[in-house]
């Protein structure tokens, strides 16, 4: 079973508008920390934002807010005034706090274009 | 502070060869990922090293194999390369202590095309 689903392959969006990429996981673990991060053209993963599963409140960062529903295994971005620049393919992973596990697994991503 | 480097950026290999992938983490990170990207596959986790110590696995063939170095840099090599292989191989460090907030960050990948 697919511990992350992101279920938009591509998103276009008007500059200056906000925009939500949707992010779904699956774990019986309760201890768990979800990450986004931006892949532009060149390959780089950038990270973007971090929520833990004990979290009481939404994280953010800058332009960027994670909308975090516990009950329902969500964790979307939320990014605020797209620019031209936000342009890329994002990418919704999860850890499972085991002791010395820093495997991250991915969902397969949104891509997002940015339309002036 | 410098991030994560790979080097090469770019590698090009003839089926059967072998390749080896450089990273050098961020100072102070002693724990190194390593992933690997595809379009058909996507992002899947390699392997982990941590203290010089492969610490986790993904499930990968035993041609994919690592190492890290004291001073926390880590190398990855790929033996009989197979057409299969060409991908971005992305490696990630932080610091290792696995709980919260432990944020990986990445490099610039190494892209590999086998011919």
């Known amino acids: 079973a697919q511990k992350i689903t992101q279920t938009q392959p591509g998103m276009f969006v008007q500059e200056k508008e906000a925009v939500t990429l949707d992010c779904t996981y699956d774990?019986?673990?309760?201890?768990?920390?979800l990450f986004w991060y931006k892949q532009p053209s060149s390959g780089e993963m950038i990270f973007l934002i971090y929520?833990?599963?004990?979290?009481?409140q939404n994280a953010t960062e800058g332009r960027y807010s994670l909308n975090f529903q516990k009950a329902r295994k969500s964790a979307n971005l939320v990014i605020s005034a797209s620019q031209l620049g936000d342009s890329a393919m994002y990418f919704c992973?999860?850890?499972?706090?085991?002791?010395?596990?820093?495997?991250?697994?991915f969902g397969t991503g949104t891509r997002l274009t940015i339309i002036p | 502070k410098a991030g994560v480097t790979q080097t090469p950026r770019y590698l090009i290999k003839t089926r059967g060869q072998q390749v080896t992938l450089s990273c050098s983490p961020i100072?102070?990170?002693?724990?190194v990922s390593w992933y690997q990207q595809t379009p058909g596959q996507g992002l899947q986790f390699l392997f982990e090293?941590?203290?010089?110590?492969?610490?986790n696995k993904g499930n990968f063939p035993g041609r994919f194999s690592g190492r890290q170095f004291s001073n926390s840099r880590s190398e990855m090599n790929v033996s009989t390369l197979e057409l299969g292989d060409s991908a971005l191989y992305l490696c990630?460090?932080?610091?290792?202590?696995?709980?919260?907030?432990?944020?990986?960050?990445f490099g610039a990948g190494t892209r590999l095309s086998v011919l």
């Open positions: 990630a460090s932080s610091l290792g202590t696995g709980g919260d907030r432990n944020i990986q960050y």
């Open positions: 774990t019986s673990d309760p201890s768990y920390g």
């Open positions: 929520q833990g599963s004990y979290d009481q």
């Open positions: 992973a999860m850890r499972e706090w085991n002791f010395g596990n820093e495997k991250l697994t």
């Open positions: 100072s102070g990170h002693r724990s």
């Open positions: 090293y941590f203290s010089e110590t492969q610490r």
